[in-house]
């Protein structure tokens, strides 16, 4: 059975588009710079040749990548009900331990960003808040230990 990647139609399209710019203009650009590279002559002394074959695999080992998931995305329905936290939420909660709130998005494994606060619903954080309404606390089994955050609001 293949895998599946839950994701919303916002990620799904991103996604997309992303395929679409390393299988046009991406590749292309590697490309001519492959083909600038052989011009110079000796290839088997040739840095900037042997830098865009290496990008040039990297790209393709992207592509199929991308191409795998978008082939096997499962893409979820926009659900507005924020009586309880489910993929798509916006989550606010309170750290007690830390004494500070912070606002996480819940999202498929393909669209996490720590960066963003975007986490997987597969992450612990992710997965304690789900199903979960507002004034829950939930346990957090994190790698490091647990903890308890409470569920402040839900968008």
Known sequence: MADQFIMTKKGY??????LQYLQGDKRKAIIERIAEARSH??????AEY?????????????????DYKLKNAVILEENTDTSFVHVGSKVLV???????EVEYEITGTT??????????????VGNALLKHK???IVKVNAPDGEYKLKIMQIS
């Open 13 to 18: 399209d991103e996604m997309k588009e992303k």
């Open 111 to 124: 669209e996490a960003n720590a960066m963003e606060n975007k986490i997987s619903n597969d992450s612990p």
């Open 41 to 46: 002559g000796d290839l088997s002394e040739n």
């Open 134 to 136: 507002v004034g829950d």
């Open 50 to 66: 042997e830098a865009a074959r290496n990008e040039q695999a990297a790209n393709e080992g992207e592509i199929a990548e991308l």
């Open 94 to 100: 309170y750290d007690e331990e830390f004494d500070e």
